[in-house]
């Protein structure tokens, strides 16, 4: 299927109105476990990305070059629609312009940029700050100029909240909406009632809320995130903090033992096999053999 294709059914799966559920992969491996395991679409997490390639916080460091290498990557196993985290932008209107081309070339199906300052950092860590509403604006319009497929989504992020409280926040949202977003995404609202208001407040435009597991936003299950009229319901690293449990449990029993076989807290050698679709390779390999 071609990305214009993907893209032209995301966008139609998202205007039913239906919450679609969408998890973080932070690497190829990752998305590919999401689509064998039955999800709509997979979300490339900057955070996720930081972590397990840099071994750092989610402070800035990941770069374009960087996310469009792992965007292009994912693009090749899986034909789920990929929303990518591209941060602030990567800097004004102009850098934004070039980011939504170089991600929606390397297989994107939908943008998401925020509202912060340069460096950014976690939507659930201390100290953010945003930027001013005009310079805010400025980047959700370059990015809906710059986008070449009309079905590719921008989805335009705000942290105000932490700074300028829930209120501001809606205000931020709505500017973003009349400047063209397609899906606006309040971060880390602190409350149960505040996530109620947000679908109430901002009718008619999809939104994103972010669950993060130890994070500052209460869990909710999905279905009553979807009756409140949710479009996109984020985990964005659950398979990360999945992930490193079970690497802490595998090898704590291996520094422990000194031995490790399959009855152990590891996928067998044909589940990693059957992940990276190797019978795929296999079976391509013979035909060009004969």
């Known amino acids: ?39 709509e679409a997979v979300y490339i997490s900057g955070a996720g990305l930081t972590n397990t390639n840099l071994g750092m916080p989610d402070l800035g460091f990941v770069s374009l070059p960087e996310i469009a290498q792992h965007t292009s990557a994912i693009r090749n196993c899986t034909q789920l629609p990929i929303v990518v985290d591209a941060d602030t932008g990567f800097g004004n209107a102009l850098n934004v312009h070039h980011t939504v081309r170089t991600l929606e070339r390397a297989g994107a199906s939908a943008i998401q940029l925020e509202d912060q300052v340069n460096p950014k950092r976690c939507g659930h860590f201390s100290g953010k700050d945003v930027v001013d509403l005009t310079e805010a604006r400025s980047r959700i319009k370059a990015a809906v100029d710059a986008r070449q497929d009309p079905n590719f989504l921008v989805v335009a992020r705000t942290d105000a909240c932490a700074t300028q409280g829930f209120d501001a926040a809606i205000e931020r949202a709505e500017a973003f909406v009349e400047d063209g977003a397609d899906v606006t995404f309040i971060e880390a609202p602190r409350s149960v009632e505040d996530i109620r208001n947000i679908p109430k407040r901002l009718k008619g435009t999809p939104q994103l809320i972010n669950l993060v597991v130890g994070g500052k936003t209460p869990i909710i299950d999905f279905p009553e995130l979807d009756e409140m009229g949710f ?41 990693r096999q059957n992940a990276v679709q190797k019978a795929y390779f296999d079976e391509m390999e013979q035909r060009y053999s004969e």
């Open 1 to 39: 299927m071609m990305n214009h294709e993907i893209n032209r059914a995301f966008r139609q799966r998202l205007n039913t109105g239906k919450a679609v559920l969408i998890p973080g992969a932070a690497n190829a491996l990752a998305a590919r476990v999401i689509d064998q395991l039955g999800f």
């Open 231 to 271: 479009g996109l319901v984020l985990y964005a690293n659950v398979a990360l903090q999945g992930a490193l449990k079970g690497m802490h449990d595998a090898l704590s029993i291996l520094k422990s033992d000194g031995r490790m076989d399959e009855s152990g807290p590891v996928a067998s050698f044909e589940v």
